[in-house]
C-alpha cells in the first residue's frame, strides 16, 4: 500500500456525484477553496465524480448550490467516518475512555511489593517497614520517592545493609542486603576453669590455656575440673621463693567417652479429636491490601475448632496480583479419649528420646552405640536409650 | 473580460519592460513533463474535462490538452496537475 493511501485511510474521505448545467464551475470554486480532491471523473458533461477529504466535505453543499449542481454523497473511506459511527454510541464511548484511564493509570499503581536477596530477615518484616513508608500494593508510583524509602527503611531496619527499590509498571522489585553479623568475641579477661559436664573417660585432651588436671584414660564426673586456670609459674632451680600462681582463663579441648541415659514416657491414653459434623464458612477478598469480607456475622458458635483456609490469587505471567479470595471453614471438634497404638507410640518416644540426645551432644558429638527398652507402668509407656557417646567435656566455667 | 484581458496585457507587458519571469506578475505558466505530466501556474479553472481532452483556463489564454487517459491528478487555486498520454498542448 503507498504512503499516500494510508494518508487519505487516515484522514478519510468521502465520494461525490455533482450532477449540474456547469459541473467544472464546481470543481473550480473546490480548488479556489483549497479543497483537496482527487480521482476526477466526468462521464457525461453534466456529471462529475471525485472524491475530497472528510475534512473537506463541509460547505461543499454550499458551493453546489452557488454553482447550480446538486451532490449526492456516495460511499466514505477512512478512519474518521469509521469513527464516526461510534459517535452515538456513549455507553462504548465510556467504557472505551475507562479503559484507556485504567490502561494510563493502573498501569503506574504498585500491584505487586516483591523483596529480593533476604535470607534472615523475614520478608512480612520488610514489607510491613515498607508499607509504614508508602509502599504498598495500591500506592502511585511516580508519587513515591524510592530513594527516600529505602534510606529510611535502612535507618529502621539494623539487619540491613543496603536496599534499592526499583518501580517496573505494577511490580516493586526490592532489594537488599543483610548485615553480615560480628563474630562472637571471646572475652579473655573473664577467668575461670574447664569443668566436665557429663561423666566419662577422657580421651584426649589439648590444652591451650591453663594447666591440665586430667589425662587421657581418666574418669571424670560431672563438674569436675579438667583444665584449670590458674598456672603455676616455679621459681628459678634452687631458689628459696614460693612458686607463683598466675590466673588465666582456660582454654583447650577435652574429649571422652560417655554414656547417657535419657527417658521418655507417654499416657497408654490420650485425648482426640472428634468432629462434630458442623462447619461454618467465610468468604473474603482482598483487593489491593483492603479486606473485604463476604459475611456479616463474624461470631463462631463452636468451642473448639479447626480453620481450614484456602487463598486463590491472581496471577499474571510476571507474578501475582493484589487481588485475592478467601475461604475459612471453621469446623468444630470435641475430644474424646481412645488409648494409644504402642508400637507407634514406642517409635514416635524413641524418635524424642533420639532427637533429645542429638541436642544434648551439639554438633562435635557422635553417638558410637545406643540400645532402648521399653515398659509399661500404670502412669504409662516408658521408654529408656541407653547411649554411649563420644563427645567433648569441657565446659567453661567462670571463677567465683 | 475587457477588462481582465486589458490588466493582462499591462501585467504582459510590464514584465517585458522590467524582465521579470511571466508568472511572478501573475501570468499562467504551462510545464510538460516527457509526456506523463503537465504542471500549470497561475491558471483560472478548468473548462472541460475528459479522459481525451482537457481544456484550462489561463486567462488571455486557452489551453486544450489532448490526449489519453487524462486524469486531473491535484488543483489548488492557482496550480492543477494532469497526467496521463499528453499528445499536445494548444493555446488558443
Known sequence: MAVRDVVNLLRGSVSLEVTGEFPERFLNLCAQRGSAFWGVDWPDSHTLRLTVAWQDRAGLEELAERTGCVIAQGGKRGLPPFLTRFKKRYALLAGLTAALLAFCLLGRVVMVVEVEGNERVPSAVILTELRRLGLRPGAYGPGLSVRDISNEALLRMEDLSWMAVNLHGIRAQVLVREKIPKPELLDETILGDIVAEAPGIVTRVETWAGDPAVEEGDTVLAGEVLIRGSVRMDPPQYSEREPLWMAVRAMGRVEGRTWRILTASIPLTAEVKAPTGEEKTFWSATILGQRVNFYQNSGIPFDRYDKISKTWNVRLPGGSLPFTLRREICQGWETAETSIDLQAAQAMLEQQLLRRLQDQLGQTGTVVSHSFSAQETGEGLKVTLTAECEEELGRFIPAA | ?92
Open chain 2, 1 to 92: 473580460m475587457d477588462k481582465n484581458r486589458k490588466k493582462e496585457g499591462l501585467l504582459e507587458r510590464t514584465a517585458q519592460v522590467f524582465d521579470l519571469p511571466g508568472e511572478v506578475v501573475g501570468l499562467p505558466r504551462v510545464e510538460l513533463t516527457g509526456r506523463g505530466e503537465l504542471r500549470m501556474e497561475n491558471h483560472r479553472g478548468i473548462l472541460a474535462y475528459g479522459q481525451e481532452e482537457i481544456l484550462v483556463s489561463g486567462g488571455k489564454l486557452l489551453i486544450r490538452v489532448r490526449g489519453s487517459g487524462l486524469e486531473l491528478k491535484a488543483m489548488t487555486g492557482d496550480e492543477l496537475l494532469i497526467t496521463g498520454t499528453i499528445l499536445s498542448v494548444e493555446l488558443e
